[in-house]
């Protein structure tokens, strides 16, 4: 069993436990609202984005444990995209823009999408107003510069999230997890297979991120919501990640997904 398949059946099974809690949830609201005949409408609001987390908490999970085995069994071929050495990675006012990765020209290289229905969105509201965003499912779409769907990004549900990259046939491709923090340090690894490909290091105080790839030498910094000051006029509205690299050197499509996934925890996109 490989180390990416045992993650991913963790995670099925991590997702099945937070569905259990949140059911009970909602179940107990429902039977407090019978036995102290509070507010019907309130509690109601309250256990619909609650009921339906539940739901689709428990439906992934069992898929997951279900399709664990195809984990990993996909050699990738890393493509490379031709970037500026300083980018910006940041999403526009509204809630449904995508992310984009700009240079400082503003000629977008690649874009994530959210796939989610309406009936969803209504349930993401719902659920921002009881702050329990951070442990609902996730789903997005990436395009590269010439707006071809290339990839897809799973955030999966639950207290201790991970997120898992797929190609569109379906394989799985990368995961990236937090280590838990013993200090002021947040760190975050992406894996290929068993392997860590990248790591992200900051201090949550500074907002200052650091990649390093395998073999631990520093290859960009990232600043949260820094504004460049060549390109101010067009970056200074936005919510995002400054990148500055260290040579000019093509960025391959793991760590492109990376600055998405970092960008995506850090930004609550």
């Known amino acids: 069993m490989t180390q990416m398949e045992e993650v991913l059946r963790q995670d099925g099974k991590r997702q ?51 399709f664990a085995g195809l984990a990993a069994t ?16 940041g999403i526009a006012m509204g809630w449904d823009d995508p992310a984009r990765l700009y240079d400082m020209d503003g000629q977008i290289h690649s874009e994530i999408v959210e796939k989610k229905s309406f009936v969803w969105k209504c349930v993401l509201v719902l659920a921002a107003v009881f702050s329990s965003l951070p442990i609902a499912p996730r ?26 990259i797929r190609d569109l046939q379906g394989n799985y491709l990368y995961y990236a997890e937090q280590q838990k923090q013993t200090s002021h340090d947040r760190i975050i690894h992406f894996y290929e ?7 992200a290091e900051s201090d949550r105080y500074l907002e200052v991120l650091t ?34 690299k260290r040579d000019h050197e093509p960025l391959p499509d793991d760590l492109h997904l990376f600055l998405y996934v970092i960008n995506i925890k850090l930004t609550a996109l």
């Open 16 to 66: 099945i436990q937070s569905a259990c809690f949140t059911l009970a949830v909602v179940l107990l609201i429902m039977v407090l609202q019978l036995l102290l005949d509070t507010g019907f409408w309130y509690g109601i609001l309250f256990a619909i984005p609650f009921g339906l987390f539940g739901i689709t908490l428990l439906s992934r999970g069992m898929r997951d444990i279900r």
């Open 74 to 89: 996909t050699d990738n071929q890393v493509d490379y995209q031709v970037v500026s050495k300083r980018m910006y990675l």
């Open 139 to 164: 789903s997005y779409i990436f395009y590269n510069q010439s707006k071809e769907p290339t990839y897809l990004l799973e955030k999966k549900g639950g207290l201790r999230s991970r997120f898992f």
């Open 193 to 199: 297979k068993d392997n860590v490909r990248w790591t």
């Open 211 to 244: 990649i390093k790839d395998s073999e631990g030498m520093e290859v960009m910094t990232l600043k949260k919501d820094a504004i460049p000051v060549e390109a101010a006029d067009r970056f200074g509205s936005m919510s995002g990640l400054l990148i500055e």
